[in-house]
């Protein structure tokens, strides 16, 4: 009877990991590290803001405006608990900066998440049935890859804000910016997800599952879906942090997220009109908080693009 000890042990999934060629890239990778960390307490510090945060700029019941244009608690008239001072409405500006990250973060991901579904859906289909449906989808590809991508979301911005009731613009302020920020930028996933298509359809494997009768939206879906993932995921990481960017511009030029719902992007407009009365905080830490999120998710995709580039192993 064989014995049952000397049967090797399968090794964890955590273990898996840790032998695996993505690990080791990043653990000798000193800017990748860095920057998840600082990405890792950007985001959690901002979706922690109602447990953390000094203040709700939300709440007008909190706000004190006697307490208004304090500076940072290290400079001359400073208070507890103010520790990055307050704006003109006396609102901690920690406190609308973990809120205003929040807010940023959120549309970025949900712009993100619907450029990425609506991209892998139109690579797919048009890679795989090519003809007629390839030729209409590129087409509306190259239109709007053909307008820059800021002019695009503030057209979409603008125009859908108007057709909203003016009751619901405040209220509809964060759908609007994702749907500009949407419509601008699926393309980059569907050209990518196209071209891989058209190489995993003429392979073997998916010729196998076309004689068995395979349906052709699970062979999409279950066979080459998955062979296309790795520069989306790329694609994808980069692009969030463009479209924090994209949110932030948005909201500078005054059509996106409104003053009493404060994204980074507010906070820099409403900030950069007191840079030169000595009020510098109101828009310095707000461009600091905007400057490290980005930068770190950059700096991650770059990783994340070297660490997955096959000629680079």
């Not at 960390?37 to 985001?43: A, D, N, S």
């Not at 205003?100 to 892998?120: D, P, Q």
């Not at 049935?129 to 590129?138: A, C, H, K, Y």
């Not at 995921?233 to 511009?249: D, N, P, R, W, Y």
């Amino acid at each position: 009877m064989a014995d049952l000890n000397a049967l090797p042990v399968r090794p964890s999934r955590l273990a898996r990991a840790r032998g695996s060629d993505l690990w080791w890239s990043f653990s000798r990778s000193p800017s990748a590290r860095i920057a998840l960390v600082v990405l890792l307490v950007l985001v959690v510090s901002a979706f922690l803001a109602p447990l953390i945060a000094p203040q709700n700029p939300y709440d007008p019941a909190q706000l004190d405006m006697w307490k208004s244009e304090l500076p940072p608690i290290w400079l001359e008239g400073g208070e507890w608990p103010y520790l990055l001072g307050t704006d003109t409405q006396g609102r901690d500006m920690l406190s609308v900066m973990l809120y205003g990250t929040r807010t940023s973060v959120m549309i970025g991901i949900a712009s993100v998440t619907f450029s990425l579904l609506i991209g892998l859906s139109m690579g797919l289909v048009a890679g795989y049935f090519g003809g007629i449906v390839d030729n209409i989808l590129m087409r509306i590809g190259d239109v709007v890859l053909s307008i820059p991508t800021i002019l695009i979301a503030i057209l979409v911005s603008a125009v859908v804000r108007q057709m909203l009731p003016p009751d619901l613009r405040e209220v509809g302020a964060s759908a609007v910016l994702v749907l500009a920020i949407t419509i601008s930028g699926w393309v980059q996933y569907a050209r990518t997800v196209r071209a891989q298509t058209i190489v995993e359809k003429g392979k073997e494997y998916v010729m196998a599952a076309k004689l068995l009768k395979v349906p052709a939206r699970r062979i999409m879906a279950r066979h080459i879906l998955p062979n296309t993932l790795t520069p989306v995921l790329v694609a994808a990481t980069l692009s969030f942090g463009m479209a924090i960017l994209t949110e932030a511009t948005l909201s500078f030029l005054g059509i996106g997220m409104p003053p009493g719902q404060p994204s980074l992007g507010t906070l820099i407009r409403v900030g950069n009109q007191y840079l030169f009365s000595g009020m510098w905080w109101i828009v310095i830490f707000p461009v600091l908080q905007l400057s490290l999120l980005v930068v770190s998710v950059n700096l991650l995709g770059d990783w994340l693009r070297d660490a997955l580039n096959p000629k680079l192993r």
